[in-house]
């Protein structure tokens, strides 16, 4: 079994890329489950969302305390949240981020087998208008893992935003595929 664990904030969309990430995984023919942790539920709060995913039944139903991938959609929250608490050895932390991998490797209190960046938010800027990341960190989440691929991120992406929109958060997704640079560490 894959266990994800997304970092955020309220409003950035973390529990949608979770359920979306599920659905992806659920297209490919893959067992799933997508939910979400709220603390103060208010928008700019942190945020954590799990997913999981597997070739049969998944019948665990607690919250993910030791990930195999950790998905940071504000780069903000490395200096207030232990984001690699229970990181599986040889984990994959994929983090939106503008800073190199020196600058946030400082920050991680665990060092990953694999570090993923992309600026996530000015994709989405670019391509949305808007600085919600969870769609593109998607693609990031793709190209890092190979746990899904672009293709049904993006159908599965469609599926929850319809028409334009969904194909801009589709073109997010590929365009964060496209930039995000991996370092095996």
């Known amino acids: 079994m894959i266990e994800i664990r997304f970092h955020g904030r309220g409003g950035q969309g973390a529990v949608t890329a979770a359920n979306i990430l599920a659905s992806a995984a659920f297209l490919e023919g893959k067992y799933v489950q997508a939910f979400p942790f709220f603390g103060v539920e208010r928008r700019g709060a942190p945020v954590t969302a799990f997913t999981r995913i597997d070739e049969k039944p998944i019948r665990v139903k607690t919250q993910i305390y030791e990930p195999d ?6 780069p903000s929250l490395l200096d207030t949240v232990d984001v690699t608490a229970g990181l599986k050895d040889g984990g994959i932390v994929i983090v939106n981020t503008e800073k190199s991998k020196e600058e946030v490797l400082e920050k991680l209190k665990k060092k990953p087998a694999k570090l993923a960046l992309v600026d996530a938010t000015t994709i989405a800027l670019e391509i949305l208008g808007l600085p919600i990341t969870n769609t593109a960190i998607l693609g990031a989440v793709a190209k890092a893992t190979g746990v899904v691929s672009l293709e049904h991120v993006q159908k599965a992406i469609q599926d929850v935003f ?17 930039k995000t640079v991996i370092y095996e560490l």
């Open 162 to 178: 319809s028409g334009a929109l969904g194909e801009k958060n589709a073109k997010a997704a590929e365009e964060a595929f496209n």
């Open 69 to 74: 991938i950790v998905v940071v959609l504000d």
